[in-house]
Every structure is written in C-alpha cells, then in structure tokens.
C-alpha cells in the first residue's frame, strides 16, 4: 500500500493506540447524541417554540441532509488534510452549532443550526470511522470498530436518557447546552491525543469516484434501506409513546435504555464477527431486524412490548453497522475516508428521507404504518443483501 494514496494515523509514542479508540468513541457519542436527542423531547422542543412535532423534526431532516451533502462533497479532505485536523475542526463547528440550537428563538433557526450540526458530522463520522480502521490490528478490525461505535451506545443511555430527564425538570435548551459541553470536553480529548496523520498526497478523490468499485453499489443500497428503517421509525417513536401511549417525556428515557443496552451488548459479539466473517452474518442480522419492525406493529401499542423490541434492534443495528463498515472498507483500504464519506453520505440521506417522509404518513396513518414501512425496506436489504453475495459467487439469480 503506497503511502500517496492512505491516510495513515500515528498516536503519539507516549499514547497506547487504546487511548485513540478511546477518544474516538467520545467523539461518536457526541455527534449521536445531537442526533438521537431530538425524537424523545421533539414534544418539548414543539410546544416551547410554538410549532407541531413534524414541523420541528424537520431540524432532524435538515441535519441529516448537511450531513450527507457534507460527507458527500467534503468528506475527501479527510484523506488530503489528515483526520486529525479535520476531526479537530469538525468539533469545534459541532459544539458552535449546538450552542445555536439552545438560543433558537423559532423552529426557523432551530432547523438551520441542525443543518450546521450536520455538515460538521458529515466529516466527521467519516474521519472517526477511518481512524478505527486504520489503527486496528490485523484480524481485530471489528473488535475495533465495535468499541468505538459503543459511542453511540453512551449517546442512547448517558445522552438521551439524561435529556429527557433535562428537558423535563429545565429546558429542552439545556439539552443542547449539555451537549455542546460535551463536544468541548472531546475537542479538549483530541488536543490533547495529539494523534499524528500523514496526508495522501496529490488531490483526494471525490466519493462519487467510488461508486465504480466492485460490489459497493448494492452494500450502499443495503446501507440506504437499513438507515432509514430505523431513523424513520425512530423520530416518531417518542411523539407515539407521548401521545399515543399517553406518557410523560421521561418515558422515552427507559426506550433510549433498552436500546442503548442492546447496542453496548452488542459489542461482545464482535469477536463472532471476526470469526465467522460479515458475509454470513450480514443477511442473518437484517433478517433480525426485520423481525423487530413486524414486532412492533404487532406490539407497539404497549410500552413493554416497545423496550423489548428496542433491546433487540439495538443489537442487530450495532451489528448492521459493524458489518456494514468492515463490508466498504474492505473493498479498497487506500481509500477509507473516501469510502467512509459515501457510507455517511447514504446514512444521512436515509436520515432525512425517513424524517420527512415518515412525517405524513405518520400523521394520517400512526405508527404501526412506520413499522409495517421499515419492515418492506428491510426485505429490500435482505434480497440486496444475498443477491450480492449469490452474485459475487458466480450464482445467477433468476426472477
């Protein structure tokens, strides 16, 4: 591998290359809590500022498309400038922005700053994920990967349950004034890391130059069904146990538990993971989840029934995105961040196609039409899923 054309990070040699996963899963576990924050107090955030909650989860919409325009466009300068700065910088706008979420005076601003908040996490994310890959050891990459995606299992049970807990007893704008501290707390992390990257040199590739790899159309497919699904789903989930449950906000602190445990639990798999390849697992653990969404138009209307089904999609969803990360940057590992970029690209895509489309049919059809939705998307990731790898094999699919 010639080094014009990968990012390589080097931690300081007084820093164990722990201490980097460390730091990256705390960078994880910020910008995911700025995104998961919103569904659970959308009702709060609603009723403060004198707007209906499907107008208010536009702002969750209008991050994720900065996040995928960011990821798309910018994300290259990842491989040119280094991670490390890019990572550094990215914060920084990230914290900027959280404070602007706190001082919005109407939900005009309010979805403007979360556009901010997301072209600084389409970067981001990509420089995160990258960084875990690079430093990996050999045969240990998705044990790796796993640790640092525990960030989004910190921003689920630390993050949102404590929002809830915030917006109930002060202000959803302490929300954000929390989490911009805590973007602070990791950019002062990052400093003092002092993780050293060597750029690639000559001009970094634009993600879209990426998609004439082998097999990453159908991966990017598989990335697209499987985000909105969840992020769809998700940014109603906290309206449906308010209004339709008829439940305090508090109550979406122990659904944020359930899956944020099963995302952590997730973790102890990932030597499985190693040792049985993401080829056999990733059609397994899109057929899971599946699973849940029926689930949950079955048993949605309890919220017993909805902690325990989040429990499990935790698991799977930490699981689809492990695999999914290791699946993309196999296929070229000189163009990690590249190949990051697009992944995000997609993810967020996902997050506002589902955020703004699952909006209407929420209001006119409920939430058990979300689940019944996700769950088509799902039987598309699996079919894209097996037709790849069937595909891959030399097998012709006839339909």
Same mark, same amino acid.
């Given at each position: ?22 730091? $990256? ?29 499907? &107008? ?5 919409? %209008? ?89 989004? &299992? ?29 973007? %602070? ?98 059609? $397994? ?43 993309? &940057? ?19 895509? %996902? ?49």
């Amino acid at each position: 591998m010639k080094n014009s054309q990968c990012l390589e990070l080097h931690p300081e040699p007084s820093l164990s290359p722990a201490k980097a996963v460390y730091v $990256l899963t705390g960078c994880v576990g910020v910008i995911g809590a700025n995104s998961m924050v919103l569904g659970p107090i959308a009702p709060a955030v609603a009723s403060s500022i004198g707007a209906t909650v499907p &107008t208010v989860m536009m702002a969750a919409a %209008a991050f994720g498309l900065g996040t995928a325009t960011s990821a798309l466009f910018l994300a290259r300068l990842i491989d040119l400038v280094g991670s490390a700065r890019m990572l550094k910088f990215t914060m920084t706008l990230l914290g900027v922005a959280l404070l602007l979420c706190a001082a919005s005076p109407s939900v005009a601003m309010f979805i403007a700053a979360q556009l901010i908040a997301g072209i600084a996490s389409g970067i981001a994310l990509p420089a995160i994920y990258a960084s875990a890959a690079a430093i990996a050891e050999p045969g240990r990459e998705s044990r790796t990967i796993g640790k640092v995606l525990t960030g989004w &299992t910190l921003s689920m049970i630390a993050g949102v349950s404590f929002s809830v807990v915030l917006a109930e007893l002060f202000s959803w704008r302490a929300v954000y004034v929390s989490v911009s501290c805590l973007a %602070a707390l990791a950019l002062i992390a990052l400093f003092r890391l002092n993780m050293q990257d060597r750029p690639a040199a000559g001009i970094a590739p634009s993600p879209l130059s990426a998609l004439g790899l082998p097999g990453i159309k159908s991966l990017l497919v598989v990335c697209c069904a499987f985000m909105t699904a969840f992020y769809g789903l998700y940014a109603y989930l906290g309206d449906h146990l308010h209004q339709d449950l008829g439940l305090p906000v508090t109550a979406n602190g122990g659904v944020a538990i359930a899956y944020g445990a099963g995302f952590g639990c997730a973790a102890l798999l990932s030597g499985m993971v190693d040792r049985f390849g993401p080829k056999r697992l990733m059609p $397994l653990v899109l057929l899971v989840a599946a699973a849940v969404y029926l689930g949950l138009a079955l048993f949605g209307s309890t919220l017993v029934g909805v902690i325990c089904l989040l429990f499990v999609l935790g698991l799977v969803n930490h699981l689809g995105v492990n695999l999914l990360i290791q699946r993309l &940057t196999a296929i070229d590992p000189a163009k990690r961040g590249t190949l990051m970029g697009l992944n995000s690209a997609v993810t967020y895509l %996902a997050v506002f196609a589902g955020s703004s489309s699952y909006g209407p049919l929420y209001t006119d059809h409920g939430f058990t039409a979300l689940s019944l939705v996700s769950l088509a998307l799902m039987g598309i990731a699996v079919f894209t899923c097996m037709w790849r790898d069937f595909a891959g094999q030399g097998v012709k699919v006839m339909g």
